[in-house]
């Protein structure tokens, strides 16, 4: 059973930095399909980044030039970088593993708040 494990989440102020990490088990890492959704309350959830498991990468058109995806398949993890943070991005961030057996993963979720 793959589990993720979500860290970095916090509070910052409106133009700060954080990384987000999500650690993954298991063997099936380098061959997966990984992302970032957000949720923010009273609303759907919503794609951040995605990265294949050729190390292309997709963004939300609100995150765009401000946060990067990366994975280390070396270490199952892979990496959110957030910079120029709005109050705006204020949301739960989920990562998601997509496998090759076509089965979705997610994370427990870990809270991001930008205060203005």
């Known amino acids: 059973q793959v589990q993720l494990v979500e860290s970095g989440g916090g509070l910052v102020q409106a133009g700060g930095s954080l990384r987000l990490s999500c650690a993954a088990s298991g063997t099936i890492f380098s061959s997966s399909d990984l992302g970032w959704y957000r949720q923010a309350p009273g609303k759907q959830r919503e794609l951040v980044a995605q990265i294949n498991r050729g190390g292309s990468t997709n963004y939300g058109d609100s995150v765009k030039g401000r946060f990067t995806i990366s994975r280390d398949n070396a270490k199952n993890t892979q990496y959110l970088q957030m910079n120029s943070l709005k109050p705006e991005d204020t949301a739960v961030y989920f990562c998601?593993?997509?496998?090759?057996?076509?089965?979705?993963?997610w994370g427990q979720g870990t809270q991001v708040t930008v205060s203005s």
């Open positions: 998601r593993m997509y496998t090759v057996h076509r089965t979705t993963y």
